[in-house]
């Protein structure tokens, strides 16, 4: 599993992270982009292959330094919720590999930040304070309509992430 952090990110954590060496596939690869809202600092997290989002809001000094963590953690309760099984869960995190962070994945994916983050910034009114995962806001970003090129169709980040499991 692949985490691409963005430079605004690499710059709040004062890291750089390698590009990567070895080629994961998208599906196993997630985007992570710091950004402030309503004066909070977040942690956006995107799947390179199917733009499916998670959202962290109001992150403290201890957050960032188990984000690495704390993004497995909801990717797994992610895959539960949307109503696959612990075993599609275990194989995910199994052919995923170890996990490894790099720099973002590409042009396609920093549009997709962006796709996102306008998404986000709609909904801003629907953040919860005493919510550290924002799964509102995530099952309104994961549900919006857009054109995948790379599949030449249109469907949601939910129905492409799902797309993901059903080629494992």
């Given amino acids: 599993m692949e985490f691409g952090y963005t430079i605004p990110l690499q710059r709040h954590l004062k890291i750089k992270p ?12 997630w985007d992570v982009h710091l950004l402030t809202v309503q004066k909070r600092r977040a942690a956006l997290v995107m799947n390179c292959g199917s733009r499916y989002s998670l959202l962290f809001y109001g992150m403290n000094r201890a957050d960032w330094k188990r984000l690495p963590d704390m993004i497995q953690s909801e990717i797994r309760a992610a895959i539960l919720r949307e109503g696959l099984s612990e075993f599609e869960a275990v194989r ?4 995923s590999g170890p996990m490894r962070i790099s720099r973002p994945h590409g042009p396609e994916s920093v549009s997709g930040l962006n796709w996102v983050m306008r998404l986000l910034l709609q909904q801003f009114s629907l953040l919860d304070d005493s919510r550290l995962s924002q799964l509102q806001i995530a099952h309104i970003m994961n549900d919006e309509i857009y054109h995948a090129a790379e ?5 949601s980040p939910r129905e492409f ?7 494992l």
Avoid at 23 to 29: D, K, L, Q, S
Avoid at 161 to 167: A, V
């Fill in 18 to 29: 390698p590009s990567s060496a070895e080629i994961t596939a998208p599906f196993f690869c």
């Fill in 92 to 95: 995910y995190f199994t052919l």
């Fill in 151 to 155: 599949l030449s169709m249109r469907g």
């Fill in 161 to 167: 992430f799902l797309m993901g499991f059903r080629c």
